[in-house]
């Protein structure tokens, strides 16, 4: 049996280490959800306590440990097309005007999805541009899907779901999503969709390799989690990497920390970058 008590000092420093390492704040009610998920990375060291878990993660060979322990505790709910008005505007006002702007002399258009979890969101994303783009190869188009967590991300790229997570769509964005049967009662999506995203690790505190611009960046439902002063920091690297008439697009209950000068809010939680 696992020993999944955890002392007031073991939290603190799991917290302050979870923090550091990906700006997380876990807060005081999370306790006991914490616990239960330390007590998997417990399970599979082959310890027996949440205690003795603390104590390992104090020795120099727990450096390979902290991205098992970030991927034990970061939330990954999310699901095909949520917060629908975001594609909507996707769909109808951004992608349309970017594809005339762009085609014809190999523009680029460049999307991304920046807390991607398990693909929902950028499958759906892929799957409305792949409906305005239509067969058209006169624009580059891609879309950049990233997460911290490494687990979730091989998810993602596998993009095989229980059709449960589909019946529930609303009929005019099901068959955008392209399901291909997978043979095991799951689904696919299909290459096509598959070949418009690159997955890759990134955490949204550290250094970003890219340079940008990109026409539109997803944020949503990670800033939840994080202090003012790091929402505020991502805010302005976000800007300097969105081109001006790009747009952001925050979770549902997520706002800036402050008024920035470069984005003006121009819909539910869309926020466009002045030129
Ligand atoms: C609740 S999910 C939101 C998924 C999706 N954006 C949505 O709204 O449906 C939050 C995601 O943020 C990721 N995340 C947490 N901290 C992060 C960080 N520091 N850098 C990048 N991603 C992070 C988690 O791994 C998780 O997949």
């Given at each position: 049996?696992?020993?999944?008590?955890?002392?007031?000092?073991?939290?603190?420093?799991?917290?302050?280490?979870?923090?550091?390492?990906?700006?997380?704040?876990?807060?005081?009610?999370?306790?006991?959800?914490?616990?239960?998920?330390?007590?998997?990375?417990?399970?599979?060291?082959?310890?027996?306590?949440?205690?003795?878990?603390?104590?390992?993660?104090?020795?120099?060979?727990?450096?390979?440990?902290?991205?098992?322990?970030?991927?034990?505790?970061?939330?990954?709910?999310?699901?095909?097309?949520?917060?629908?008005?975001?594609?909507?505007?996707l769909?109808?006002?951004v992608l349309?005007r970017l594809v005339?702007e762009r085609?014809?002399?190999r523009g680029r258009i460049r999307i991304w999805c920046s807390?991607a979890?398990?693909?929902?969101?950028p499958?759906?994303i892929a799957?409305?541009s792949?409906?305005?783009l239509?067969?058209?190869?006169?624009v580059d188009f891609k879309i950049l899907a990233t997460?911290?967590?490494?687990?979730?991300?091989?998810?993602?790229?596998?993009?095989?779901?229980?059709?449960?997570?589909?019946?529930?769509?609303?009929?005019?964005?099901?068959?955008?999503?392209?399901?291909?049967?997978?043979?095991?009662?799951?689904?696919?999506?299909?290459?096509?969709?598959?070949?418009m995203i690159a997955?890759k690790?990134l955490?949204?505190?550290?250094?970003w390799p890219m340079s940008g611009p990109f026409d539109v960046i997803f944020c949503?439902?990670?800033?939840?989690?994080?202090?003012?002063?790091?929402?505020?920091?991502?805010?302005?690297?976000f800007?300097t990497l969105l081109a001006p008439g790009g747009f952001l697009y925050?979770?549902?209950?997520?706002?800036?920390?402050?008024?920035?000068?470069?984005?003006?809010?121009?819909?539910?939680?869309?926020?466009?970058r002045?030129?």
């Open positions: 049996m696992t020993d999944v008590t955890l002392t007031r000092d073991d939290m603190g420093f799991i917290s302050k280490l979870v923090y550091e390492h990906a700006g997380i704040v876990i807060r005081e009610h999370k306790e006991a959800m914490t616990r239960g998920r330390l007590a998997r990375r417990v399970k599979a060291l082959g310890l027996h306590s949440v205690a003795e878990y603390c104590a390992y993660l104090k020795t120099p060979q727990a450096a390979d440990e902290i991205p098992e322990l970030i991927n034990a505790v970061t939330t990954n709910h999310t699901s095909f097309f949520r917060e629908r008005h975001h594609f909507d505007h769909r109808k006002d349309p005339q085609s014809g002399r807390a979890s398990s693909g929902e969101e499958y759906s799957a409305v792949r409906d305005v239509g067969n058209r190869s006169d997460d911290i967590d490494t687990d979730i991300l091989a998810k993602a790229e596998a993009a095989i779901y229980s059709p449960d997570q589909f019946d529930r769509l609303p009929s005019d964005v099901k068959p955008l999503l392209k399901l291909e049967n997978s043979g095991r009662g799951e689904a696919r999506i299909s290459d096509d969709l598959r070949r997955f690790r955490n949204l505190i550290e250094r949503r439902n990670v800033f939840i989690y994080f202090d003012t002063q790091t929402k505020a920091s991502i805010l302005d690297r800007v925050l979770g549902h209950s997520e706002s800036l920390p402050q008024p920035h000068p470069q984005l003006r809010l121009i819909g539910r939680t869309i926020y466009e002045l030129p």
